[in-house]
């Protein structure tokens, strides 16, 4: 099996490029209403996820330093006021056909690289598919791309997540990380434990799913 370093920077891109037209093609054919559902990443609708995902795409690089500095540099109060914002005011069939008509921009993240950008694209997918039902798969080429770049020291030190005597182990592809009592799910799902997102109840089996997996909505019958 080639090593991550291995795949070449053209492939990477052409991942990129068809997680977001696929990504788009879910969103523009989403009702209006489920814009306004619950994500994985904490406290964003699917519209502020999909604003985020855009930013890039709408903020020249003198737009984006000045929204930094009113910030106070603080990247991530940044990030959260503008996609708060912009999820307000940029119509969210316009948010759809951005990431459709930018999947081969070319950028990438301070740092990260086009693995980096597949990343984004991928956990941000997921973000909002997962809790909506949407049955999406990533391909396996990919996506082993990015867990292996999430669990390398970079993306464990970037993430954080306490993973102390868990071994996570998908169960749908050949991958594994980490020593102590298993717990398992889809490779999707290890990309979302990796970045501390909760996941909804009944993805992951193990003695420490409940570590990762949020609690059960209130029944509304």
């Given at each position: 099996?080639?090593?991550?370093?291995?795949?070449?920077?053209?492939?990477?891109?052409?991942?990129?490029?068809?997680?977001?037209?696929?990504?788009?093609?879910?969103?523009?054919?989403?009702?209006?209403?489920?814009?306004?559902?619950?994500?994985?990443?904490?406290?964003?609708?699917?519209?502020?996820?999909?604003?985020?995902?855009?930013?890039?795409?709408?903020?020249?690089?003198?737009?984006?330093l000045f929204?930094?500095?009113?910030?106070?540099?603080?990247?991530?109060?940044?990030?959260?006021?503008?996609?708060?914002?912009?999820?307000?005011?940029?119509?969210?069939?316009?948010?759809?056909?951005?990431?459709?008509?930018?999947?081969?921009?070319?950028?990438?993240?301070?740092?990260?690289?086009?693995?980096?950008?597949?990343?984004?694209?991928?956990?941000?997918?997921?973000?909002?598919?997962?809790?909506?039902?949407?049955?999406?798969r990533v391909?396996e080429a990919?996506?082993?791309?990015?867990?292996?770049?999430?669990?390398?020291?970079?993306?464990?030190?970037?993430?954080?997540?306490?993973?102390?005597?868990?071994?996570?182990?998908?169960?749908?592809?050949?991958?594994?990380?980490?020593?102590?009592?298993?717990?398992?799910?889809?490779?999707?799902?290890?990309?979302?434990?990796?970045?501390?997102?909760?996941?909804?109840?009944?993805?992951?089996?193990?003695?420490?799913?409940?570590?990762?997996?949020?609690?059960?909505?209130?029944?509304?019958?």
């Amino acid at each position: 099996m080639a090593r991550t370093e291995d795949v070449p920077q053209t492939r990477i891109r052409d991942w990129i490029a068809t997680e977001r037209r696929e990504l788009a093609a879910v969103l523009l054919g989403l009702p209006e209403e489920r814009w306004d559902e619950a994500t994985l990443c904490a406290g964003w609708r699917v519209r502020e996820v999909v604003a985020h995902m855009t930013m890039q795409y709408r903020y020249s690089t003198p737009h984006w330093l000045f929204e930094l500095a009113k910030s106070g540099f603080r990247m991530n109060r940044m990030l959260d006021e503008r996609a708060r914002h912009d999820a307000g005011v940029v119509p969210y069939g316009a948010l759809a056909a951005l990431l459709r008509d930018n999947a081969e921009h070319p950028w990438k993240p301070p740092g990260g690289g086009y693995e980096g950008a597949l990343t984004h694209d991928v956990v941000h997918g997921l973000d909002f598919t997962v809790p909506l039902g949407i049955d999406r798969r990533v391909a396996e080429a990919p996506l082993r791309v990015v867990l292996t770049g999430l669990a390398g020291a970079k993306g464990l030190k970037w993430f954080g997540v306490d993973l102390d005597g868990v071994a996570l182990r998908a169960d749908d592809m050949e991958w594994s990380f980490g020593s102590g009592a298993p717990m398992t799910g889809s490779a999707q799902d290890m990309v979302m434990v990796l970045t501390g997102r909760l996941l909804p109840p009944g993805r992951l089996s193990g003695e420490p799913a409940a570590r990762y997996t949020a609690a059960a909505s209130p029944s509304t019958a």
